[in-house]
C-alpha cells in the first residue's frame, strides 16, 4: 500500500461543476496535510493546508480531513477552465518532516 | 517578496558528467528540501536541512547524490557520474520551519545524454 494515494484520473468536469479530488494516507500519525496544485511545465503551488478534522474554506476551494477515516479531499466550487490542472496531495507522513506526495489527479474544466 | 530561486533552469549533460543544481531559499526559512519529479515516479524527496542540524539524507538514490547548505542559506545539489535515469525535473522548496508549509521553486530540468 502507498503512504498517499490519490484517485486515478484524469479527471473532467464541465465549467461552473463541482470537482472533487480525494486522498488517502495510510499512517495514522500524520498530522499536516496539503493540496498543490501544478500546471503543466511549472513547479507545484500551494492552494490549502489543513491540519484539524473538518472543512477549511478558502475562496472556491474547500480541503477536508477525516483523521478517522484517514483521507482528506479538495473540492473546488465553480469550476474554471483556469482550474484545469494536475492537483497533488502531499501528507507529511507520520511524523515525518519531509512530504510525502500522491501520484496527482489531472483535472480538466470542460468550457 | 522574492520566492525560491533554483539555477539552472534547464541543464543537458553527458552520461558521466557531474552537475551542480543551485537553490536559493526564501529568506528566513530555515528549512530547505530537494525533491525530484520524473514521469513515472512521481515527486519524490531526496534531502532536507534544518538549521544547523544534520541534514536527513534519507531520500538520496545513491550515493552519487550529495547536497550541502552553505551559511544556512543557499543549497546545492551535486550529482556524480551522471546516468540516463538521473534525468528528472528536480525541485527545491523551503519553510519557515520543518513542518510548516513548503513552497516550491521552478525547478530545475536535467537531461542525461
Known amino acids: 500500500q502507498k503512504e498517499v494515494e490519490q484517485n486515478s484520473g484524469p479527471l473532467s468536469v464541465p465549467e461552473g461543476a463541482i470537482a472533487s479530488l480525494n486522498c488517502t494516507y495510510s499512517?495514522?500519525?500524520?498530522?499536516?496535510f496539503f493540496w498543490y496544485r501544478q500546471y503543466s511545465g511549472k513547479s507545484p503551488e500551494l492552494i490549502m493546508s489543513i491540519y484539524s478534522n473538518g472543512d477549511k474554506e478558502d475562496g472556491r476551494f474547500t480541503a477536508q480531513l477525516n483523521k478517522a477515516s484517514q483521507y482528506v479531499s479538495l473540492l473546488i466550487r465553480d469550476s474554471q477552465p483556469s482550474d484545469s490542472a494536475t492537483y497533488l496531495c502531499a501528507v507529511n507522513v507520520g511524523s515525518a518532516r519531509q512530504l510525502t506526495f500522491g501520484s496527482g489527479t489531472q483535472l480538466t474544466v470542460l468550457p | 517578496g522574492a520566492g525560491v530561486s533554483q539555477s539552472p533552469s534547464n541543464k543537458v549533460t553527458e552520461k558521466g558528467k557531474d552537475v551542480e543544481l543551485r537553490c536559493d531559499p526564501i529568506?528566513?526559512?530555515?528549512?530547505l528540501y530537494w525533491y525530484r519529479q520524473s514521469l513515472g515516479q512521481g515527486l519524490e524527496f531526496l534531502i532536507y536541512?534544518?538549521?544547523?542540524?544534520?541534514?536527513?539524507k534519507s531520500g538520496l538514490p545513491s550515493d552519487r547524490f550529495s547536497a550541502e547548505r552553505t551559511g544556512g542559506s543557499v543549497s546545492t545539489l551535486t550529482i556524480q557520474r551522471t546516468q540516463q535515469e538521473d534525468s528528472a525535473v528536480y525541485l527545491c522548496?523551503?519553510?519557515?520551519?520543518?513542518?510548516?508549509?513548503?513552497?516550491f521553486g521552478p525547478g530545475t530540468r536535467l537531461t542525461v545524454l
Open positions: 522548496a523551503s519553510s519557515l520551519g520543518l513542518a510548516d508549509t513548503q513552497y
Open positions: 536541512f534544518q538549521g544547523n542540524s544534520a541534514p536527513d
Open positions: 499512517d495514522r500519525v500524520s498530522q499536516s
Open positions: 529568506s528566513g526559512h530555515t528549512a
